[in-house]
């Protein structure tokens, strides 16, 4: 069994700052990609940020320049510091990652999403 437990979310006002933490656990043998997406009501899930074992990032083009992830492997953990925050960046987040249990076998799992409100 594999958890993604999320935390961090919550409200703050346009122009703030939230930083996003994601914690895998479990009978993990390796975790390659890690990512962030977000979800708005009535809206399809997004991509928002991805970064790879060996630090590789992307991101979507909307919150470049703006948002930052990072990942601490030691912990098993992924970052998502989220800078100069808009009301449209209001959303469920939910972290991701491709992990490789101890079996060998790669599956993706997905947190419980947090919420991220920013007022206006």
């Known amino acids: 069994q594999v958890q993604l437990v999320e935390s961090g979310g919550g409200l703050v006002q346009a122009g703030g700052s939230l930083r996003l933490s994601c914690a895998a656990s479990?009978?993990?043998?390796?975790?390659?990609?890690m990512g962030w997406y977000r979800q708005a009501p009535g809206k399809q899930r997004d991509l928002v940020a991805t970064i790879t074992s060996s630090g590789g990032t992307r991101y979507a083009d909307n919150v470049k320049g703006r948002f930052t992830i990072s990942r601490d492997n030691a912990k098993n953990t992924v970052y998502l510091q989220m800078n100069s925050l808009k009301p449209e960046d209001t959303a469920v987040y939910y972290c991701?990652?491709?992990?490789?249990?101890?079996?060998?076998?790669?599956?993706?799992?997905w947190g419980q999403g947090t919420q991220v409100t920013v007022s206006s």
């Open positions: 991701q990652a491709r992990i490789v249990v101890v079996t060998k076998w790669e599956y993706d799992y």
């Open positions: 479990g009978s993990i043998f390796s975790i390659n990609a």
